[in-house]
């Protein structure tokens, strides 16, 4: 992770290339590494103390397909004989990361810190902790696609068993008419007490021989009374207009002995 216009030797430096620490002035290289930082991280260094020396950096990962990006803030504190003893250190910001990547980021920085010691080495877990970075964008991503074929596959199963249907069962079958014969009924009930409440019940036949039953005797009395019906005469008035004739002497095919018992 060199940055351009960083010479070869501060590089070499940063990497613990160049010397191995049997010098006792650790101030001075506590201070050459400072500035070296400083230069290569100019946007996301930041000074906390000068005594103890105490300083933070943000790291954030490569941008990742759809441009999102993570990042940690660690800060760092040199101990008095620092490179020769290990930093402090601690996560003290993260964005997009979840606890158990900031549990795995500490792992990372103990275990770089043992395999550096002697070594000015905070340019090395700077870089350690950008690539561990990048991989939780790689796994973003990677969970990201995952939950996308899920919802896919879930929608195809729906769209499935909504073109297939629910198979037919007698039990499933019996249960869908005892609630339709249940619904049925209540329908019919509501229906009913609209219509009372409207005064309009219509009663069927039998329900009106259950309600009256004078009904089953009227036809009878009808009958039975049918003697007494009043006729009316004007209807008959000119009956006797008519032309009746009673000559059957006029009647060429009248034959007054045809049929006579005598002949």
Not at 202 to 226: A, M, P, V
Request: charged fraction near 35%; include cysteine; aromatic fraction near 8%.
């Amino acid at each position: 992770m060199c940055r351009a216009g960083l010479s070869v030797g501060v590089v070499l430096y940063l990497n613990g290339v160049s010397q191995s620490f049997n010098m006792t002035d650790y101030t001075e290289e506590q201070r050459n590494e400072l500035e070296a930082l400083e230069s290569i991280y100019p946007d996301s260094f930041t000074v906390v103390s000068e005594n103890p020396t105490s300083f933070t950096i943000t790291v954030t990962s490569d941008t990742g397909e759809d441009e999102e990006t993570v990042e940690a803030t660690i800060q760092f504190t040199y101990v008095e004989q620092y490179p020769d003893e290990p930093p402090i250190f601690e996560v003290i910001g993260q964005e997009n990361i979840q606890k158990s990547d900031v549990a795995d980021i500490i792992t990372l920085l103990n275990e770089q810190i043992q395999e550096n010691i002697g070594m000015v080495m905070i340019f090395t877990l700077v870089t350690a902790v950008q690539e561990k970075l990048n991989e939780v964008v790689d796994q973003i991503k990677f969970r990201k696609e995952k939950e996308k074929l899920l919802k896919e596959k879930e929608a195809e199963e729906v769209e499935k068993a909504v073109f297939h249907g629910t198979p037919v069962t007698i039990e499933n079958f019996l249960s869908w008419k005892a609630k339709f014969d249940a619904e049925l009924a209540e329908i019919r009930r509501k229906r009913q007490r609209e219509e009372e409440q409207a005064g309009k019940v219509k009663l069927t036949g039998k329900q009106l021989f259950e309600t009256d039953h004078n009904l089953d005797t009227s036809d009878i009395q009808f009958l039975e009374e049918g003697n007494n019906v009043e006729v009316d005469e004007s209807l008959f008035q000119d009956m006797d207009d008519l032309e009746l004739d009673d000559d059957d002497d006029e009647d060429p095919d009248y034959n007054p002995d045809l049929g006579s018992e005598e002949d």
